[in-house]
């Protein structure tokens, strides 16, 4: 598998390479993610510039949770074809998420949103939408994606995605005169309960007004609403000075899911 990703080596020193590489891919395949890991970074050190010999071993240690050095490798990768496999930086995204480097995750981000604008974006899906972060909250995993193109009504920016136990953040419906149940939650099982950062175009005049040079450059303000249940909607917090970073917004969460 790894010959194919460099070219440059001998015959004899590919066999060589592949040769070392078998037992930790073997691992890999197999789910067994530190052994794959601690079989592979070896082989790193003997092919230090070998874009397939790091990915697979980014790969084994970003699933057996070696952050640090699975983003050292995926930049090592990234170093050889700096603007080719977007899937790897769509990696080292997740990874500074996870690490917290919030400046290097910011100028990551920025540079992936304007390629799928732009449609120099190959490499990465055809979707819409692309997970880059994973954190843990209150009820559970939260999964964070972020819209590029913003499209549809609201112009949704990021989507945090909930688990299922954030149903129990719907208010409880009031229950008719003269009932003697004290009211339900509306809770659909089949619903996805989730958190949006949006930008209504009703908003803008004002933001406008207030902000001409932002603006000017195409900057809007936004909002972050949660949807708990299929009927269920609040309205969190209001952004009258433009787009927050994910941090911010992803802050905001957090505070939401662990403090309703």
Known sequence: MAAKED??????????????????LDHLKHGENAAAYAALKTVAILYPTDIGVLRYTAAAA??????????TLFRQALAQRPHDPWQMRLAVILLEAKLKQWGDFDRDLAVMRVAKRNGMDHGLDGGDGFVIDE????PGRVQGVIYPRQNGQFHMLYRFVLPAEAAMYAPVQAQASGSSSSGTRCVDPDFQPHMDVESDDADQAAFSKAHPEKA??????????????????????????????YEAARS??????TQP
């Not at 070219?7 to 930790?24: F, I, N, T, V, Y």
């Not at 970003?62 to 983003?71: K, N, P, Q, T, Y």
């Open 7 to 24: 070219e440059k080596l001998a015959p004899l020193e590919a066999a060589k390479r592949d040769r070392l590489m078998g037992p930790g």
């Open 62 to 71: 970003m699933r057996s949770d070696h952050d640090a050095e699975a983003l």
């Open 135 to 138: 954190f843990d909250s209150g």
């Open 216 to 245: 000017a450059r195409g900057e809007r303000s936004y909002f972050l609403y949660a949807a708990y249940s299929a009927c269920s909607q609040k309205l969190l917090k209001f952004y009258p000075d433009g787009e927050p970073s």
């Open 252 to 257: 905001d969460v957090l505070r939401a899911l």
